[in-house]
């Protein structure tokens, strides 16, 4: 047999109810040392029974199972050698733990291998240490969280030094804080060179992190390949009651689209996709015909959705405006709006007239400007901005240069810049609360990048800031279930958007039962609205005003 080949499944077959049906049904498989492999599959296509074969808790009717090339048997002293090198960590740890105290649990498994007492006190002190499990290390199994048990049940089977860990279903029942330290418990493992089976239906997670992903179906392997090869297969994921991964159905819809080449490395991750996006080059300046040698006259144009709200206007887009004035006090500065319909509310309700684009333009080109500086104070590089860079550039010949700045989110420091932004502004949030940010949303190609942000907020640690979408996703039905997850003690609501107008008013905070305020409060939670848009943030002012500044007009 192949050395490389630790696990070796060769026809087998089990049933639960006298051979009436199978939950193994002639399966056969191999699985390489060190490999990180994922079990997918519908509940009932034979996963869990498999592992439990593996360790010999079960014994197939039929059909061979080999361990580093030796067929199992299933005498007590096979038994114990097998389970001394596979390990499983049950999906309910409390069907696993049974001793009185943790480190008693610990110690159990290996005490048992009839190793020395001093040398596996040792051994069950570096395990406890390495999983940190020190500050509950004397408590009782049974007064332990979820997340406890879990890291206990990973400690039981790591104390032994085993070759292969069985994990079945480890995020089970855990609250998103807890699903995270066990996947890094898990990333751990695998780089011992531990090689990990694991049973999971998060296909996201399976997509990033496994090596090899196998699809059982009615106790057989239906696939079995890389998760490139596995997750492109739809028809196999239909049959198994899966859905294609998030970051692949993203990066497919970006490819039809012709905004990212197809030749592209699949991404493996929502952070890999967002730098593909922020790579895209938007060729930001333009020159145009009229060629101008001297007396070069240059003006800023700060572009914006708009507001009806006068009261979040003065504390949002004007403070944006003031600062970018501040930053460049010798050029005139220009405003348009690219929202019609709040243009012509302001002008019938209150004889206010703001330009449109095109208006601006035309002012400017008539007062002399010669080279514009046009900064979007847009959160992303979404439908508004495309208008936007249409309207200007058909002015494009009237001038020297037209130059676009980036809208708030383009770059992946960007991301981290909006990310250290809301944490300074929340600062005072507990860990027991959750923030939950209301974006707009969008149907264009961009609005992956709200995905994307909600993934690195988790990634650098805030995971209890979320962010969702008005009109897209992450939507605010996939936001009640990770929230609920969470079990926060209080929801604080805040817009994700520069203004804190109508959208946040009401669609956020307002008492219609659809609002997200209402929906939450439906759901059990205290909830309180923040109504501060982000242009009230001065980390935000201030990446646009950075934004503008690395404008370079020729």
């Known amino acids: 047999m192949n050395p490389d080949i630790i696990l070796k499944a060769d026809e087998l077959y089990f049933s639960y109810d006298d051979n009436n049906s199978h939950s193994l049904n002639g399966l056969s498989l191999e699985i390489r040392r060190g490999q990180k492999v994922a079990f997918m599959g519908a509940n009932g296509s034979g996963k869990s029974t498999f592992f439990l074969c593996c360790t010999g808790i079960l014994k197939p009717q039929s059909g061979k199972l080999y361990f580093n090339g030796e067929e199992v048997g299933y005498k007590k ?39 020395p007492e001093e040398q596996a006190k040792k051994e069950v002190e570096d395990v406890i240490e390495y999983l940190e499990i020190t500050p509950f290390r004397h408590k009782p199994t049974h007064a332990l969280s979820g997340g406890q048990k879990k890291q206990v049940s990973i400690a039981d089977i790591l104390v032994m030094h085993p070759d292969i860990i069985i994990l079945d279903e480890p995020a089970a029942a855990l609250d998103p804080r807890h ?3 066990v996947n890094h418990i898990v990333e751990q493992l695998t780089e011992q060179g531990i090689t990990v089976l694991m049973a999971t239906h998060d296909v996201n997670y399976a997509y990033e992190w496994a090596d090899e992903v196998m699809l059982f179906h009615e106790g057989k392997v239906l696939m079995q390949g ?13 049959k198994t009651n899966l859905e294609t991964p998030a970051v692949l159905e993203l990066f497919e819809s970006l490819c039809k689209k012709g905004i990212l080449k197809a030749s592209l490395p699949l991404p493996r991750n929502l952070k890999t996709l967002e730098t593909y996006i922020s790579d895209i080059n938007l060729n930001p300046h333009y020159g145009g015909n009229n ?20 009261d979040t206007c003065k504390v949002t887009i004007d403070a944006i405006e003031k600062e970018m004035q501040a930053a460049f006090p010798d050029y005139p500065l220009y ?25 601006a333009m035309e002012q400017m080109r008539r007062d002399g400007i010669t080279d514009v500086l046009i900064q979007p104070t847009h959160v992303i590089n979404g439908i508004e901005n495309d208008l936007m860079k249409e309207d200007a550039l058909s002015y494009r010949e009237d001038f020297h240069s037209i130059s676009f700045g980036d809208p708030l989110l383009t770059s992946e420091q960007d991301s981290l810049d909006v990310i250290q932004a809301i944490a300074d502004e929340f600062s005072s949030l507990k860990k027991d609360q959750v923030l939950v940010l209301m974006g707009h ?36 039905e996939t936001l009640l279930k990770m929230i609920r997850s969470y ?45 501060k848009g982000l242009g009230e943030y001065s980390g935000i002012r201030k990446i646009l005003v950075e934004h503008l500044s690395r404008l370079d007009v020729q």
């Open 179 to 181: 699903t995270t330290m």
């Open 226 to 238: 890389t998760p490139a090869q596995v997750f492109g297969n739809r028809g196999a994921l239909k």
């Open 335 to 359: 405003r348009a709006w690219t929202s019609k319909m709040i243009i012509r509310k302001l002008k019938d309700r209150d004889q206010i007239h703001v330009n449109t684009v095109k208006e």
């Open 291 to 310: 060629i101008v040698t001297e007396n070069r006259k240059k003006a800023i144009l700060a572009v914006s959705f708009g507001t009806s709200h006068h």
């Open 487 to 531: 079990q926060p003690s209080k929801v604080i609501l805040a817009p994700f958007m520069i203004v804190a107008g109508d959208h946040a008013k009401n669609d956020m905070a307002g008492d219609d039962p659809e609002s997200w305020y209402s929906q939450f409060k439906s759901a059990g939670y205290e909830v309180e609205p923040v109504l």
């Open 441 to 476: 949303g969008t149907t264009h190609f961009s609005n992956s990048i709200y995905a994307a942000l909600d993934y690195t907020f988790k990634d650098k640690g805030y995971s209890n800031i979320f962010l969702g979408t008005v009109e897209a996703y992450p939507s605010m």
């Open 77 to 115: 002293k096979d038994l114990l050698k097998l389970r001394s090198k596979v390990g499983i960590v049950f999906q309910d740890p409390d069907n696993q733990l049974f001793s009185a105290s943790v480190f008693q649990e610990i110690s159990f498994g290996i005490l048992n291998l009839g190793v």
